[in-house]
């Protein structure tokens, strides 16, 4: 790879010192924007200069791309994807497979309005699902000048999740985004995500001076979207940004290891429970529920790791018709042995 392709490729989020995946007479290009069948891919012809173009997606692709995924382009055609090193996905409206929502992520920005309080649930389900992407997340709290006591929600959302960075910011008055700007530089992909209303576009709007529509968030909190397709943007700091359309549901479908990231306190306490499958509802010597009766564990934090436990045990049976099926003949087994005779 020449060095001119390698600062070319910088400028999409390639970072230098990763393997080419390209070969022969393929070129190297990253999709920005998948349109149904087709998917506009920024790519590089020469070794320098860009091209933006739109590619019918073949019938034997490897692989149906999605934003962000690298791809490689030979004669005319987008011949095939990249191996995906982070993906970030939730379960599939279909209820049965696993919607990948983009790939390619370097660091996850977990965006949350603090202008009506922080919700601690919102952010603890999108912490799970940025450690499940295997990209590295970061705490965004936005519309800072409209809250009254931003530095509360600070120390709240590192409580919420602990290990993960915080930044407070405010695209109004311009606070934080200096340093945030500085952590989307060359070789960096970043995307963000949280719910409509929580500032994202806004956020987008005044990093790079654009002029993406935004809509008013009602008195509840709730936004409407105003970003409708996935889409990756080449910013002036040198790196991209993925942005997505705001969450309406935040199903999880992700694996013990980033929920026990999320509730790093959690994992640390249950190191010193009597049993090693200690589910902690009730069993004898669970180190947590004594730390919730201490007081030195939030009983409200618990509570949301219980109902995560239950909710990723659901879309599991849900992915396992055996096992949803067993579920059904208990609790139909369990309504049998209840009911009163006549």
Not at 265 to 281: K, M, N, P, W, Y
Not at 314 to 327: G, H, K
């Amino acid at each position: 790879m020449t060095q001119s392709l390698t600062r070319a490729l910088a400028t999409l989020g390639w970072k230098e010192g990763d393997p080419g995946f390209w070969t022969g007479g393929e070129r190297p290009g990253r999709v920005s924007i998948m349109h149904g069948s087709a998917a506009e891919v920024i790519w590089f012809p020469g070794d320098e200069e860009a091209e933006t173009t739109v590619f019918e997606l073949r019938r034997d692709l490897n692989l149906r791309p999605v934003a962000g995924d690298w791809v490689a382009i030979e004669d005319g055609d987008l011949t095939r994807v990249a191996e995906r090193r982070t993906t970030l996905k939730r379960p599939d409206p279909n209820g049965k497979d696993v919607q990948v929502m983009a790939a390619g992520i370097d660091t996850v920005l977990i965006v949350l309005p603090v202008d009506l309080g922080l919700n601690p649930k919102n952010l603890e389900r999108l912490a799970i699902m940025a450690w499940d992407s295997g990209a590295d997340p970061l705490v965004v709290l936005t519309k800072a000048d409209a809250a009254e006591s931003p530095e509360e929600a600070v120390a709240e959302a590192e409580a919420a999740a602990p290990g993960v960075p915080v930044l407070l910011t405010s695209s109004a008055d311009g606070r934080g985004l200096d340093e945030l700007r500085a952590r989307m530089g060359a070789g960096t992909t970043t995307t963000m995500l949280g719910a409509s209303g929580a500032g994202k576009t806004s956020l987008l709007n005044a990093l790079e001076g654009h002029t993406e529509a935004v809509a008013h968030v009602s008195r509840d909190g709730q936004g409407r979207h105003t970003t409708t397709t996935r889409k990756l943007y080449r910013l002036a700091s040198g790196g991209v940004l993925l942005d997505l359309p705001g969450i309406r549901s935040l199903d999880l479908l992700v694996d013990d290891e980033a929920l026990g990231e999320t509730f790093a306190d959690i994992t640390a306490l249950a190191a010193s429970c009597r049993f090693a499958d200690c589910s902690h509802e009730g069993d004898q010597g669970c180190a947590v529920e004594a730390a919730v009766a201490a007081g030195t564990l939030p009983e409200r934090r618990l509570a949301s790791w219980r109902a995560i436990r239950r909710e990723m045990a659901y879309q599991a049976r849900r992915n396992d018709p055996a096992a949803m099926a067993a579920e059904r003949q208990k609790w139909k087994q369990l309504s049998k042995s209840t009911r009163k005779p006549r």
